[in-house]
């Protein structure tokens, strides 16, 4: 001899789960079905990138410490290592990427606008070179595919995303090569331009300084390639052409500690170039995209299965509300089968 | 109404309402409708339920055996084993009091007099009792109130507790139910409102309980 909970009970939620159990589970059906769809027809994104590791050591060259101050901040190192890299997505190396794989119009007969657009044109005037603006704008998406990572203070990741695997794979190796060339070449720069600066200086000092010389007289110019000759013998060659002696011991001085510096730089961009993986190491090179990265079936399966038994959940709830709050005798009465006898009238007031 | 009950004081206009109130097309045409039914598979005694308090049992018992008394010509017997009251609670000694066909007994109370011998004296009265011990729990209640009754009542309508809340030693409505041959459900708002109409409706689903049907009283708020 058991009653029920003589207190009202709080909302049964299984039992409501198996009241609307063939709305939720056809809001789910539905809605996996409708994720799965998504999945299979949405457009494809394919990526594939490369991890570069760029060492302090590529800001630092003892043998030219003196001259060419090292960059000891690793806060302007990591600066400038983003910063090398970016610098070879240059809007040259654009064009030509965007031209060779199809993704721009860059270099190519622009297609005519369509009368929409040229109504467009038409409401805002004042907009300048169309062309140059339609090339920025897809430098702009060009660029946008490209995506610069940085996984630890010195180490990029550079990911290349298109929605054809073939393409992405090859404008990766593309950027690949063109971020080795640039870190490459702005080290080498650095150097030439060093070396460049003090030759320069060199031959001021071997002949600028001095009078003019007699027509016909050979100027002896030092050329890298020739051997370094005897002090004693350059002096005395400066002399006889006309050298002055206060002249020539400052001068000298200061030619032979460029001479020194000279060879250092030349010292140096020799090492470079036998040995530029001392400060780049390629620790992931581009690979071919095995798969999507968008959309991620799994993924959606599981979206479209919580989006739709939440959905049909508040709907569920929804109706429930409905029913409790419009719920009378005679809908009680239909659905549950219980005929309904009839109805009291309101007992008259006083 | 049996004198014998020690009741509240009779409030008179309340009987004026009732009087009012059956006279409506509806209460007829429920009182039909369940002697209909009687007709067709006879029972002795009806149970009426409902989820909540206050959705109009007492009312329904009280209006239900005026007008079963009145064209049935037959005397009805209602059973008050609702023990919960509360202020808004109607008194079926008050709504009774002008219907000599009608008796009234309390569970707890001793049988009432024989119908036969209401058109002689009125009984004398008889003092209240306590409720009983409980031997064999609500049965020997139940037994008591259906089956030791003398008397060749037309119908008895037993006025049980709400299916929600309730206890204190008062008699269950599900076993009135099944010991009575039939029952009506009355559904008010608050029960068309709580949340435990449908354990109820479960409940009632019994295969010993012969549920007629329902009964609306959804004008009255309560």
Known sequence: MSRMNPEPAPPDVFRLLEKHRRVLLAGTLLSTALAFAAGQFLPKKYKSSFVLTVHSR??????????????????????QREALIRQALDAEFLDELGRRHGLTSAGGAAAPPGALRRLVRRLKPGRGDAAAARLSRERELL??????????????????VHSEPGVTFAAAQDVYLQVLRTLVASRRDILVHARDAIETRMRS??????????????????????????WST?????????????????????????????????????????????????????LYPAGPIWPKRGLFLVWGMAAGFIGAGLLCCLREYEERGTLDAATLSRRTGIPLLGSLPALPER | MNPAVETPPPDAGLADR?????????????????????????????????????????????????????????PILIIDAGGRRTPQSLELAACLERSPAVYCVRVGDGPPPSPAAAGDAPPAAVAPQTLPELQDG????????????????????IDTEPLVGGGNGNVDPVLVARA?????????????????????????????????GLVANERHGR
């Open chain 1, 58 to 79: 590529y800001f630092e060259n003892p043998l030219i410490r003196d001259f060419l101050a090292p960059v000891h901040d690793s806060t302007e190192m990591r600066s």
């Open chain 2, 180 to 212: 009575a041959g039939a029952a009506v459900l009355v559904v008010g708002r608050r029960s068309l409102k709580s949340a435990a109409l449908e354990g109820s409706l479960e409940l009632l689903r019994d295969p010993g309980i012969r549920l007629l």
């Open chain 1, 143 to 160: 660029l946008r595919r490209i995506d610069v990572q940085r996984v630890n203070p010195d180490t990029f990741r550079i990911s290349f």
């Open chain 1, 234 to 286: 350059a002096l005395a060659r400066g002399a006889g052409a006309g050298w002055g002696q206060e002249q020539t011991a400052a001068e000298m001085g200061l030619y032979k500690d460029l001479l020194v510096k000279l060879n250092y730089l030349q010292v140096a961009l020799d090492s470079d170039k036998a040995f530029q993986g001392a400060y780049i190491a390629v620790l992931e090179k581009p």
């Open chain 2, 18 to 74: 009732l009087d009012d109130f059956i006279r409506y097309a509806e209460v007829k045409r429920l009182a039909g409708a369940i002697a209909s039914l009687q007709r067709r598979k006879p029972f002795r005694a009806l149970a009426v339920l409902s989820v909540e308090a206050g959705d109009g049992k007492t009312l329904l018992c009280a209006a239900l055996a005026r007008v079963y008394a009145q064209t049935c010509r037959s």
């Open chain 1, 205 to 230: 000092l071997g002949g600028g300084s001095a009078p003019a010389p007699a027509a016909g007289a050979a100027v002896q110019r030092w050329r890298l390639s020739e051997p370094l000759e005897d």
């Open chain 2, 138 to 157: 609500d049965s020997a209640l139940i037994r008591q109130a259906l089956g030791e009754f003398p008397g060749p009542y037309g119908l008895i309508l």
